[in-house]
């Protein structure tokens, strides 16, 4: 569940849903576990931390279960592996509904957990060639690319020191004033115009209303 997320922090019996259909899969399992799991399956094995994206590159991965963070979610569509994702919050439902809609990726909802359900998508996912054939298209286009991140990393940071800070690069809200850069003199003028109108309403339509009311009131006391 990445490095903010604590796997321990699942309720007992969520845990023992997934401790329960690991237990009938053939594969060996990974799982970040940050406290004891002392009835785990002989094929589960628990680390407080592991490197994800090492383990992420080996050719024998076939399935990513993550909450469906940015970093991950990159590593995982880099090395072409499927995920199976239970997002929490933030941008994690957008991240993997991206990469489902590629075909590579199936969702989870931490409060409809079944063992039923998990069951099903794991065990269709691993035998599913599909998943494993779209993430590894996914990966291909991803990869295609004119330089490599580092590359890339390398060629922008001498960039900005060739041209001295790059200051044709800078956003605009860099030299403005603070009251333009959290738009007060806009609001301000959206204000003062809504203002005026009401003003304006006021002494046009409703005082009228009010005279005419009180020249009606007087001429029933007449």
Do not use: C
Not at 197 to 202: H, M, P, Q, R
Request: avoid cysteine; aromatic fraction near 12%; glycine fraction near 4%.
């Amino acid at each position: 569940m990445g490095s903010l997320l604590r796997g321990e922090t699942f309720t007992v019996e969520k845990r023992k849903m997934f401790l329960k259909v690991f237990e009938k899969i053939p594969q060996r399992v990974l799982w970040k576990w940050e406290g004891e799991l002392h009835d785990k399956p002989s094929n589960v094995m628990i680390r407080k931390w592991m490197p994800q994206r090492d383990i992420l590159a080996h050719p024998n991965v076939k399935l990513f279960i993550s909450h469906g963070g940015l970093l991950g979610t990159t590593e995982a569509v880099y090395e072409g592996v499927p995920i199976l994702s239970i997002p929490i919050f933030g941008d994690q439902m957008t991240n993997v509904k991206a990469v489902r809609d590629k075909g590579a990726a199936e969702i989870m909802y931490y409060t409809d957990l079944n063992e039923d359900e998990i069951f099903t998508k794991i065990n269709s996912m691993l035998t599913d060639p599909t998943y494993k054939q779209k993430a590894k298209e996914l990966s291909e286009v991803f990869r295609d690319r004119p330089m490599s991140p580092l590359e890339t990393a390398v060629y922008w940071t001498e960039y900005v020191i060739r041209h001295k800070g790059a200051p044709h690069l800078r956003s605009a809200a860099v030299g403005m004033p603070w009251y333009q850069y959290y738009l007060i003199d806009v609001l301000l003028v959206i204000f003062i115009s809504i203002a005026t109108i009401f003003v304006s309403l006021y002494y046009l339509i409703f005082k009228q209303i009010l005279r005419l009311i009180y020249k009606k009131s007087k001429e029933k006391q007449t």
